[in-house]
């Protein structure tokens, strides 16, 4: 099956269904592009009147083999295998991480200084390491462990008392760093 992008050329995902569990599906990409119109969706392979059809049909049908060997000798070793431990040797074998990392507050913010730099100004900047710097610290003192997920209105209320109380930051101070953290938010 094709998936759609904006490029003329789509790739080519593997849809793997298990026969018990109809509505669990593992995509692969087969890391195999096509433009559609090359495409027979009937027949779920390239069209013969492509140039490299031939081709693209015996690597498309090694992953095919390949994944059947992998769910075979899983049945074999352990017949009540979960789909999830198969998923997780699929994309080992193939070498694919399908799921998408999940970045860290921090490092999520050090992309966001680093496309910043070139519209802030070197003071800007500077304030928005010391607003991080800050939070380190904060999540060193507290043992808080940011995420996106934990941050809340609690987040920011012992952020405020840590800068007022800890580093004795005036209220001023304070409302800047806040404000510097609610640009970065946004």
Request: charged letters at 30%.
């Amino acid at each position: 099956m094709i998936k759609k992008s904006k490029q003329k050329e789509k790739t080519i995902y593997a849809y793997i269904r298990c026969a018990a569990k109809t509505d669990t599906t593992i995509v692969l990409n087969t890391g195999e592009k096509l433009d559609p119109s090359k495409w027979n969706v009937k027949l779920q392979k390239a069209q013969s009147t492509y140039a490299g059809c031939i081709e693209l049909e015996e690597r498309l049908t090694t992953i095919k083999n390949e994944i059947l060997k992998i769910h075979r000798n899983l049945l074999n070793d352990n017949p009540f295998a979960s789909i999830e431990e198969f998923k997780k040797i699929i994309y080992s074998h193939f070498k694919k991480v399908e799921e998408k990392k999940i970045l860290s507050f921090f490092e999520v913010y050090d992309l966001f200084l680093k496309v910043r730099q070139t519209d802030l100004s070197k003071a800007s900047i500077q304030k928005f390491k010391q607003l991080k710097t800050h939070i380190e610290n904060f999540n060193k003192s507290r043992n808080y462990h940011l995420s996106f997920n934990n941050m809340d209105m609690m987040f920011f209320d012992q952020f405020k008392n840590y800068l007022l109380d800890d580093k004795q930051h005036t209220n001023n101070t304070v409302h800047k760093l806040i404000g510097l953290l609610r640009i970065f938010m946004n």
